[in-house]
C-alpha cells in the first residue's frame, strides 16, 4: 500500500500570498496518478487537479499541480479568502487508492 | 448534470446492520465506477473500495475488506455500501464519489452519509 505523507499539516498564509502544499508517496506513484482535493467544512472534497497536472473543469488558473515519482506539489499563486480549507492528495495508480492526511491552509 | 445522490443520515446500535445508497444520474452509470470513502469525525478521508456497476468488478482495501460490502443495481442506477454489525468505531460520514474508467480520482461526490453508531 503507498502511504502518502502531506507536509505542513498545517499552513498559515494571508489572503494574495502564495501557497505550496507537498505530498510524498512512499513508493513511486505510476504514470504520475495523482491527485489534489479541496475540501471545506461540512461539504464534500472538491478535484482541483488530476494526473498530477491537470486542471480540473472550472478550477481557477491559480491552481497547479507539478510533480512525479514520489513528490508532488499543489500551488495556489494567490491565495483569494475562498481558498482556505483542507487540501488532501490521492494516488490511484496502485490499488488501494489511499489518501493524504491532509493540510489545512488556514489565515494568518 | 451528474448528480449523485446518497441516503439520508442513520442512527444505529452496535451490532445492527445496515445498507446506504448513492444514485447516479445525469450520466452513463455503468460506464464509470463509484468509490465510497469514510471521514471519522475530526479526521481525514479514507479510501474504502470502489464497483465498476458495469460488470461488479469491486475491490477493497485491506483496511475495510470484510469489515464492509460495497454492491452496485445497475437497474437503478444505485450502488450501497453494508454493514453485517456495527460498531461504535463505525461512526463517521460516508461519502460515494464517481471515478472515470481506466483512472480512479473522483470527479464529482455525493453529499455524504452521516453514519452514528451508538448505544
Known amino acids: 500500500e503507498i502511504v502518502l505523507t502531506q507536509s505542513p499539516a498545517t499552513l498559515s498564509l494571508s489572503p494574495g500570498e502564495r501557497a505550496t502544499l507537498s505530498c510524498g508517496a512512499s513508493?513511486?506513484?505510476?504514470?504520475?496518478?495523482l491527485a489534489w482535493y479541496q475540501q471545506k467544512p461540512g461539504l464534500a472534497p472538491r478535484l482541483l487537479i488530476y494526473?498530477?497536472?491537470s486542471r480540473a473543469t472550472g478550477i481557477p488558473d491559480r491552481f497547479s499541480g507539478s510533480g512525479s515519482g514520489t513528490d508532488f506539489t499543489l500551488t495556489i499563486s494567490r491565495l483569494e479568502p475562498e481558498d482556505f480549507a483542507v487540501y488532501y492528495c490521492q494516488q490511484y495508480g496502485s490499488s488501494p487508492y489511499t489518501f493524504g492526511q491532509g493540510t489545512k491552509l488556514e489565515i494568518k | 448534470e451528474v448528480q449523485l445522490v446518497q441516503s439520508g443520515a442513520e442512527v444505529k446500535k452496535p451490532g445492527e446492520s445496515l445498507k446506504i445508497s448513492c444514485k447516479g444520474s445525469g450520466y452513463s452509470f455503468t460506464s464509470y465506477w463509484i468509490g465510497w470513502v469514510r471521514q471519522m469525525p475530526g479526521k481525514g478521508l479514507e479510501w474504502m473500495g470502489i464497483i465498476y456497476p458495469g460488470d461488479s468488478d469491486t475491490r477493497y482495501s485491506p483496511s475495510f475488506q470484510g469489515q464492509v460490502t460495497i454492491s452496485a443495481d445497475k437497474s437503478i442506477s444505485t450502488a450501497y455500501l453494508q454493514w453485517s454489525s456495527l460498531k461504535a468505531s463505525d461512526t463517521a460520514m460516508y461519502y460515494c464519489?464517481?471515478?472515470?474508467?481506466?483512472?480512479?480520482?473522483?470527479?464529482?461526490w455525493g453529499q455524504g452519509t452521516l453514519v452514528t453508531v451508538s448505544s
Open positions: 494526473d498530477a497536472s
Open positions: 464519489a464517481r471515478g472515470l474508467e481506466g483512472t480512479y480520482y473522483f470527479d464529482y
Open positions: 513508493q513511486s506513484v505510476s504514470s504520475s496518478y
